[in-house]
């Protein structure tokens, strides 16, 4: 995907700033949110044992729900818990054609879970045992390893605490 460069790029960095100074308030004149936080974050899988393998026989996850959807028949909804009671589920839509991966409006760009400097170390050492390919710590990002699932979906381990960004806390 081509970069922007030069007056486009100015004009870009320009707008995020302005964008910056017109809606980001301070810690301490925030609203407080209006829910408690994700239940669960719902993907599209294509395969549901195959999700199930990678995610808990290779990422660890525990499968913790596996049930049929109740909007569709034959389709199965299924959960996974990521830590701090987060759910991730998944559905699959037998009968639908699946189209691959692509990154636009819309799609998710990836999902950042937080881990430890210990399991970070494990999972980079179960990715290099699968032969699961990744990026990151070779790139010069040495806090985040970038994966993506059977299904395309993008997955960043981030070796930093919840809420924090960069070492700067985001929240109170």
Do not use: W
């Amino acid at each position: 995907m081509p970069q922007p460069q030069g007056a486009e790029l100015e004009a870009i960095r320009a707008r995020r700033d302005e964008l910056r100074d017109q809606y980001l308030m301070p810690g301490g004149k925030r609203l407080a949110p209006t829910v408690k936080g994700f239940h669960h974050v719902a993907l599209i899988c294509k395969d549901v044992e195959e999700t199930i393998r990678f995610y808990q026989e290779l990422l660890g996850f525990p499968l913790v729900e596996l049930v049929e959807n109740r909007d569709y028949a034959g389709s199965s909804h299924f959960f996974f818990d990521v830590g701090n009671r987060n759910l991730l589920g998944f559905f699959d839509f037998p009968g639908h054609d699946h189209p691959p991966f692509e990154e636009t409006i819309g799609a998710v760009q990836h999902i950042a879970l937080s881990t430890d400097a210990q399991n970070f170390a494990a999972a980079r050492q179960r990715l290099d045992e699968a032969g699961v390919g990744y990026v990151g710590p070779d790139r010069g990002i040495d806090d985040s390893l970038y994966i993506r699932d059977p299904n395309g979906i993008g997955l960043e381990f981030y070796r930093e605490e919840l809420a924090v960004f960069n070492g700067t806390p985001l929240l109170d």
